[in-house]
C-alpha cells in the first residue's frame, strides 16, 4: 500500500485502532493482534470508509456508491478518470467530458442544483464544489454529500485520492493512473525548448479583463514550465488586470480564451504588444480552455497545449515590431 | 370613505388564493404532479412533496409575506409610496454580509463552524440589520423621514460599492453572490419556514398595534403629533419591523424584487381600509403573490426551473408601470 504524506487524503480507516494499540504489548500478544489486523486489512474494502472533505465534514461511505450525482466538472472527469463514469446518474449542465456523459440526466449547475431532481435520483453519493448552493440542503435532506474544490495543483492531487477512497477504488488503482497523468504534465513541461522559457506570460481567463495569477492552478502549471507570469502570486489567484498595466508589462506571450480576441484588440495599445503578433497570442476554443482550467485528470493535455504554444511563440521570429 | 367592514371580507381573498398557491405548489417541480400521488408508497416521492415541495412554497409564501408587510409599513411611515422594503439599506447590506461571509470563509475549513453555524442566511441577516442600524446612526435617529431615507440611499450605494470592490479582488466570490442576488425558494427547509414564521408573527403584532400611528401619521406630521399618538416610540419599533422582516426574508429567499412594492400597491387598488388592515392584507398579498410567482417560476420551463426574482422583477415591474400609464390616463392618483 502507499503511503500517503500527511497533506494527503485524511481517510480514517475502522483498523487504526489497531495500530495505535500497538504500543505497550507484550510479545504473546503482539502476534495475536498482528493477525487480526491483517485480518481487518482484508475485510477494509468491504467495510465503511470515512472521507474528510473541504469543508473538514466526515462523511462516511458504507459500501462502493453505485449511484452518483457530480455537480463540478472537474470531479465528473475525475469520476469517469477512475473508470466510474457507469455509475454517474445526474451531472451538473456544464459536465461535458467524456462523451459518455453527454446522455446523463442533466440536475441544473452549480448556483442552482435542482434539489428535487437531485433527490428523485436517489444517489448515494453526491460530489459537489465547495461553493455549491444547496449543499447544505441536500445533505439535510439525507444525501452523502463530498464538497471538494480542487483549485490548485495540490489540491488536484488531494481531490483525486479523496474521490478514489469514497467510490472505493482501491489506491494502487487510483496512484496509478495519477502518476499517469503526472508523467504527462512532466513530458508537457520538459517538451518545452529552452527559448521558450525565456518568455515572459499572460494569462487571461475571461475577457473583463480577469488574468491567471502564479498562485492560480494555471499559474503553477505555467510556474512548472520555468516561465515567467507577469501576474505574481500576491494579486490572488484571478485578480481583475488594467489593461495599461498590461501594455506596460510587455508579455513575450499572451494565453486567452477565445471570447477575449474581440475585445483585445479595441484595448488601447494592445494591437502595438509584441505579444499579439502572429503565433505569439495564443487563443484555445471553449473546448481546449475546458482542459486548461478544469484541475482534473486532463490537466496533462490542457499543459501540453500551454506547451505547443510557448514553443510556436518562441520560434516566432519578429517582424520588426517594436520591443 | 369609511368602508372598513369590507375589508375582512377582502383579506379572504389573497388568503385563499395563497394557500391554494401553497397546496398547488406541492405539485410543482422537476418531477411532475405524478410524484403528489405517488408519495403515499413511495418513500422519494414523499420526501419530494413533504420535504422539498411544501417547505418550499411554504417558505416562498411566508417570504412575499414579510416583504409584502415590510413594503406596506415602510409606505405607510414614510408617507411615500415609492418606498420599499429595501429601502433602509437592508438589501444591500445583505448582500454584503453574503459577500464577506463568502470571501473570508467561502470553501474553506471554517465555513461551517463561522458565525456560530449560521452559514450564508445568518450572514446574510446580520448584514441586513447592520446596514439598518448604520442607516439609523447616519440618520441621527428615525425622528426625521427625510434624512432616514437620503441615509437609507447613502448606506445603500456605499455598501454595494463595497461589495463590488470585494468582488473585484476575490472574483471566485462573484459566482455564488450573483446566485444570492438572483433570489431563490429552491433551498428553504422546514426550519427556515419556521424562522419566518415567528417573525411574521412577530412583525405582524407589532405592526398591527402601531397601525394607528400609522393612520395618523397619513394625515400629515404635524397632525399626527397633536393627535398624541406615542411618533417617536412607533417610529422605532416600525423601523425594527422593516429591517426584522427585509432581514428575515432577504437571508432565506435571497433578494426577490417589486412584490414589497406591489403589494401594498395592490392591496390600495382594491380596498380602501385603515392601516391595521392594509398591514394584514399587504403580507397576505405579498404572500400570495411570490407563492403565485414561485410556482410559475417552477412550471414555465419544466423540469427546469426560473430564479422567482427574476419573474418577480419582470411582472412587479410590468404591473407597476402599467398602473402608472393607467393611473395617468384616467387621472386618478393612488
Given at each position: 500500500?502507499?503511503?500517503?504524506?500527511?497533506?494527503?487524503?485524511?481517510?480514517?480507516?475502522?483498523?487504526?485502532?489497531?495500530?495505535?494499540?500497538?504500543?505497550?504489548?507484550?510479545?504473546?500478544?503482539?502476534?495475536?493482534?498482528?493477525?487480526?489486523?491483517?485480518?481487518?486489512?482484508?475485510?477494509?474494502?468491504?467495510?465503511?470508509?470515512?472521507?474528510?472533505?473541504?469543508?473538514?465534514?466526515?462523511?462516511?461511505?458504507?459500501?462502493?456508491?453505485?449511484?452518483?450525482?457530480?455537480?463540478?466538472?472537474?470531479?465528473?472527469?475525475?469520476?469517469?478518470?477512475?473508470?466510474?463514469?457507469?455509475?454517474?446518474?445526474?451531472?451538473?449542465?456544464?459536465?461535458?467530458?467524456?462523451?459518455?456523459?453527454?446522455?446523463?440526466?442533466?440536475?441544473?449547475?452549480?448556483?442552482?442544483?435542482?434539489?428535487?431532481?437531485?433527490?428523485?435520483?436517489?444517489?448515494?453519493?453526491?460530489?459537489?464544489?465547495?461553493?455549491?448552493?444547496?449543499?447544505?440542503?441536500?445533505?439535510?435532506?439525507?444525501?452523502?454529500?463530498?464538497?471538494?474544490?480542487?483549485?490548485?495543483?495540490?489540491?488536484?492531487?488531494?481531490?483525486?485520492?479523496?474521490?478514489?477512497?469514497?467510490?472505493?477504488?482501491?489506491?494502487?488503482?487510483?496512484?496509478?493512473?495519477?502518476?499517469?497523468?503526472?508523467?504527462?504534465?512532466?513530458?508537457?513541461?520538459?517538451?518545452?525548448?529552452?527559448?521558450?522559457?525565456?518568455?515572459?506570460?499572460?494569462?487571461?481567463?475571461?475577457?473583463?479583463?480577469?488574468?491567471?495569477?502564479?498562485?492560480?492552478?494555471?499559474?503553477?502549471?505555467?510556474?512548472?514550465?520555468?516561465?515567467?507570469?507577469?501576474?505574481?502570486?500576491?494579486?490572488?489567484?484571478?485578480?481583475?488586470?488594467?489593461?495599461?498595466?498590461?501594455?506596460?508589462?510587455?508579455?513575450?506571450?499572451?494565453?486567452?480564451?477565445?471570447?477575449?480576441?474581440?475585445?483585445?484588440?479595441?484595448?488601447?495599445?494592445?494591437?502595438?504588444?509584441?505579444?499579439?503578433?502572429?503565433?505569439?497570442?495564443?487563443?484555445?476554443?471553449?473546448?481546449?480552455?475546458?482542459?486548461?482550467?478544469?484541475?482534473?485528470?486532463?490537466?496533462?493535455?490542457?499543459?501540453?497545449?500551454?506547451?505547443?504554444?510557448?514553443?510556436?511563440?518562441?520560434?516566432?521570429?519578429?517582424?520588426?515590431?517594436?520591443? | 370613505?369609511?368602508?372598513?367592514?369590507?375589508?375582512?371580507?377582502?383579506?379572504?381573498?389573497?388568503?385563499?388564493?395563497?394557500?391554494?398557491?401553497?397546496v398547488l405548489g406541492t405539485a410543482a417541480g422537476s418531477q411532475g404532479w405524478q410524484a403528489w400521488w405517488l408519495s403515499g408508497a413511495d418513500a422519494v416521492s414523499r420526501?419530494?412533496?413533504?420535504?422539498?415541495?411544501?417547505?418550499?412554497?411554504?417558505?416562498?409564501?411566508?417570504?412575499?409575506?414579510?416583504?409584502?408587510?415590510?413594503?406596506?409599513?415602510?409606505?405607510?411611515?414614510?408617507?411615500?409610496?415609492?418606498?420599499?422594503?429595501?429601502?433602509?439599506?437592508?438589501?444591500?447590506?445583505?448582500?454584503?454580509?453574503?459577500?464577506?461571509?463568502?470571501?473570508?470563509?467561502?470553501?474553506?475549513?471554517?465555513?461551517?463552524?463561522?458565525?456560530?453555524?449560521?452559514?450564508?442566511?445568518?450572514?446574510?441577516?446580520?448584514?441586513?440589520?447592520?446596514?439598518?442600524?448604520?442607516?439609523?446612526?447616519?440618520?441621527?435617529?428615525?425622528?426625521?423621514?427625510?434624512?432616514?431615507?437620503?441615509?437609507?440611499?447613502?448606506?445603500?450605494?456605499?455598501?454595494?460599492?463595497?461589495?463590488?470592490?470585494?468582488?473585484?479582488?476575490?472574483?471566485?466570490?462573484?459566482?455564488?453572490?450573483?446566485?444570492?442576488?438572483?433570489?431563490?425558494?429552491?433551498?428553504?427547509?422546514?426550519?427556515?419556514?419556521?424562522?419566518?414564521?415567528?417573525?411574521?408573527?412577530?412583525?405582524?403584532?407589532?405592526?398591527?398595534?402601531?397601525?394607528?400611528?400609522?393612520?395618523?401619521?397619513?394625515?400629515?406630521?404635524?397632525?399626527?403629533?397633536?393627535?398624541?399618538?406615542?411618533?417617536?416610540?412607533?417610529?422605532?419599533?416600525?423601523?425594527?419591523?422593516?429591517?426584522?422582516?427585509?432581514?428575515?426574508?432577504?437571508?432565506?429567499?435571497?433578494?426577490?424584487?417589486?412584490?414589497?412594492?406591489?403589494?401594498p400597491h395592490l392591496v390600495r387598488s382594491l380596498v380602501r381600509c385603515t392601516h391595521a388592515w392594509r398591514l394584514l392584507l399587504s403580507a397576505l398579498m405579498g404572500g400570495?403573490?411570490?407563492?403565485?410567482?414561485?410556482?410559475?417560476?417552477?412550471?414555465?420551463?419544466?423540469?427546469?426551473?426560473?430564479?422567482?426574482?427574476?419573474?418577480?422583477?419582470?411582472?412587479?415591474?410590468?404591473?407597476?408601470?402599467?398602473?402608472?400609464?393607467?393611473?395617468?390616463?384616467?387621472?386618478?392618483?393612488?
Amino acid at each position: 500500500m502507499v503511503e500517503f504524506p500527511t497533506s494527503g487524503p485524511r481517510v480514517i480507516y475502522p483498523s487504526t485502532a489497531w495500530i495505535r494499540a500497538f504500543a505497550g504489548m507484550t510479545p504473546s500478544s503482539f502476534w495475536g493482534v498482528l493477525v487480526c489486523f491483517f485480518l481487518s486489512a482484508f475485510f477494509q474494502s468491504a467495510q465503511a470508509i470515512t472521507v474528510i472533505d473541504d469543508r473538514q465534514q466526515k462523511v462516511q461511505i458504507d459500501q462502493a456508491p453505485q449511484r452518483i450525482v457530480s455537480l463540478l466538472p472537474s470531479l465528473t472527469e475525475t469520476v469517469c478518470a477512475l473508470k466510474q463514469c457507469h455509475k454517474l446518474v445526474g451531472l451538473d449542465r456544464y459536465s461535458n467530458w467524456p462523451d459518455a456523459v453527454k446522455t446523463v440526466q442533466r440536475v441544473g449547475g452549480g448556483l442552482d442544483p435542482n434539489i428535487e431532481s437531485i433527490v428523485a435520483l436517489k444517489p448515494d453519493l453526491v460530489l459537489a464544489a465547495g461553493s455549491t448552493r444547496g449543499a447544505d440542503r441536500l445533505q439535510a435532506l439525507g444525501l452523502n454529500v463530498l464538497r471538494l474544490e480542487p483549485r490548485n495543483h495540490a489540491d488536484a492531487q488531494r481531490v483525486w485520492r479523496t474521490v478514489a477512497q469514497a467510490l472505493h477504488v482501491p489506491s494502487a488503482d487510483s496512484d496509478r493512473v495519477w502518476q499517469g497523468i503526472q508523467a504527462g504534465v512532466q513530458a508537457a513541461v520538459q517538451s518545452l525548448s529552452p527559448a521558450a522559457r525565456q518568455q515572459r506570460v499572460y494569462f487571461e481567463v475571461s475577457p473583463a479583463p480577469y488574468g491567471a495569477s502564479e498562485s492560480s492552478f494555471l499559474g503553477e502549471t505555467l510556474t512548472r514550465m520555468g516561465v515567467t507570469n507577469i501576474l505574481p502570486a500576491s494579486m490572488g489567484p484571478f485578480p481583475q488586470v488594467n489593461p495599461e498595466w498590461v501594455v506596460q508589462a510587455r508579455p513575450d506571450v499572451i494565453i486567452a480564451g477565445d471570447s477575449s480576441r474581440a475585445s483585445m484588440l479595441q484595448r488601447p495599445g494592445w494591437s502595438r504588444l509584441r505579444a499579439m503578433q502572429g503565433q505569439r497570442l495564443c487563443v484555445f476554443k471553449q473546448d481546449e480552455s475546458d482542459m486548461l482550467v478544469r484541475a482534473g485528470p486532463r490537466m496533462a493535455e490542457g499543459a501540453q497545449l500551454m506547451a505547443d504554444c510557448l514553443n510556436r511563440a518562441a520560434a516566432q521570429v519578429d517582424t520588426g515590431v517594436q520591443r | 370613505m369609511n368602508t372598513q367592514p369590507h375589508a375582512p371580507r377582502w383579506a379572504l381573498l389573497p388568503l385563499t388564493v395563497g394557500l391554494a398557491v401553497v397546496v398547488l405548489g406541492t405539485a410543482a417541480g422537476s418531477q411532475g404532479w405524478q410524484a403528489w400521488w405517488l408519495s403515499g408508497a413511495d418513500a422519494v416521492s414523499r420526501q419530494i412533496v413533504w420535504d422539498i415541495r411544501l417547505p418550499r412554497s411554504l417558505g416562498a409564501w411566508l417570504g412575499g409575506a414579510l416583504l409584502g408587510l415590510g413594503g406596506a409599513v415602510a409606505q405607510g411611515l414614510f408617507r411615500n409610496p415609492l418606498a420599499d422594503p429595501y429601502l433602509l439599506g437592508s438589501a444591500s447590506g445583505a448582500s454584503l454580509g453574503v459577500g464577506v461571509y463568502l470571501s473570508l470563509w467561502g470553501g474553506s475549513a471554517w465555513a461551517m463552524s463561522g458565525w456560530l453555524g449560521l452559514g450564508l442566511t445568518g450572514a446574510a441577516f446580520v448584514g441586513a440589520v447592520l446596514a439598518v442600524a448604520l442607516t439609523l446612526l447616519l440618520a441621527r435617529g428615525v425622528q426625521q423621514t427625510l434624512r432616514l431615507l437620503l441615509a437609507g440611499v447613502v448606506v445603500g450605494v456605499v455598501l454595494g460599492a463595497v461589495t463590488s470592490l470585494i468582488s473585484l479582488l476575490q472574483p471566485q466570490v462573484l459566482q455564488a453572490m450573483q446566485g444570492f442576488m438572483l433570489g431563490s425558494t429552491a433551498f428553504v427547509s422546514w426550519s427556515a419556514c419556521a424562522t419566518m414564521a415567528v417573525v411574521l408573527a412577530l412583525c405582524l403584532a407589532l405592526s398591527w398595534v402601531f397601525a394607528r400611528v400609522l393612520d395618523a401619521l397619513s394625515l400629515g406630521e404635524a397632525t399626527a403629533q397633536s393627535l398624541g399618538v406615542p411618533l417617536p416610540l412607533a417610529r422605532m419599533v416600525l423601523v425594527g419591523v422593516i429591517s426584522l422582516a427585509t432581514g428575515a426574508a432577504v437571508a432565506h429567499i435571497g433578494l426577490v424584487a417589486f412584490v414589497g412594492l406591489a403589494a401594498p400597491h395592490l392591496v390600495r387598488s382594491l380596498v380602501r381600509c385603515t392601516h391595521a388592515w392594509r398591514l394584514l392584507l399587504s403580507a397576505l398579498m405579498g404572500g400570495a403573490l411570490l407563492a403565485l410567482a414561485d410556482v410559475m417560476a417552477r412550471v414555465m420551463l419544466a423540469p427546469q426551473e426560473l430564479p422567482v426574482g427574476v419573474l418577480t422583477a419582470v411582472l412587479g415591474g410590468g404591473y407597476l408601470l402599467w398602473r402608472v400609464y393607467r393611473d395617468a390616463d384616467t387621472g386618478v392618483r393612488s
